[in-house]
Antibody, heavy 122, light 108 residues
Framework: QVQLQESGPGLVKPSETLSLTCTVS????????WSWIRQPPGKGLEWIGY???????NYNPSLKSRVTISVDTSKNQFSLKLSSVTAADTAVYYC????????????????WGQGTTVTVSS | SYVLTQPPSVSVAPGQTARITCGGN??????VHWYQQKPGQAPVLVVY???DRPSGIPERFSGSNSGNTATLTISRVEAGDEADYYC???????????FGGGTKLTVL
């Protein structure tokens, strides 16, 4: 079955750019929507943004000015870049796949990565 | 922006029924998804499109959605159901995804 694996540095300095990659295995990245979600320590889930395999994106307005999500279909990967990070960006970052059961709509997220912890500190 | 409101906590005795609500303006017109998250683990989809269950999710988990409230119902609650539960919708008018604040289910 489809599995997702997040990868990237676990420690990022303030003001630098956080970069993570999600690798899709056991299936194709095509024909699905994919999201990044984060969870600060002890807090709830926060949606960061989504990308369609074709490359179209949308982002949480609270992060939009700092976020870029991209896709590489040849590698079956999609990536997250978050610029100008501060301690408030310290969180577990998850990637997830959206179900494709509703035409023209973003379905529920049925496959999640295990999550990767990113700490912002000097 | 669209807001989803969940109670911070719900407690229930084993074998009883737990109901976790998710409030939002005219949420009945949207598709609601529910996730279960246990400590140190990634969220798991337990109900999608208001009331459907992914394969492998027990029938004890069910959902409903009408008016301004969606509800996740867990029947015959077990100790293993103790977790945080999050509701989520996609707001088509803004093309944004929204999570509720989460509800901690405690099994007494």
């Amino acid at each position: 079955q489809v599995q997702l694996q997040e990868s990237g540095p676990g420690l990022v300095k303030p003001s630098e750019t956080l970069s993570l990659t999600c690798t899709v295995s056991g299936g194709s990245i095509s024909s699905y929507y994919w999201s990044w979600i984060r969870q600060p320590p002890g807090k709830g889930l926060e949606w960061i943004g989504y990308i369609y395999y074709s490359g179209s994106t949308n982002y949480n307005p609270s992060l939009k000015s700092r976020v870029t999500i991209s896709v590489d279909t040849s590698k079956n990967q999609f990536s997250l870049k978050l610029s100008s990070v501060t301690a408030a960006d310290t969180a577990v970052y998850y990637c997830a796949r959206h179900r494709d059961d509703i035409v023209g709509a973003l379905g529920g997220m049925d496959v999640w990565g295990q999550g990767t912890t990113v700490t912002v500190s000097s | 922006s669209y807001v989803l409101t969940q109670p911070p906590s719900v407690s229930v005795a084993p074998g009883q029924t737990a109901r976790i609500t998710c409030g939002g303006n005219n949420i009945g017109s949207k598709s609601v998804h529910w996730y279960q998250q246990k400590p140190g683990q990634a969220p798991v989809l337990v109900v999608y499109d208001d009331s459907d269950r992914p394969s492998g999710i027990p029938e004890r988990f069910s959902g409903s959605n009408s008016g301004n409230t969606a509800t996740l119902t867990i029947s015959r609650v077990e100790a293993g159901d103790e977790a945080d539960y999050y509701c989520q919708v996609w707001d088509s008018s803004s093309d944004l995804l929204v999570f509720g604040g989460g509800t901690k289910l405690t099994v007494l």
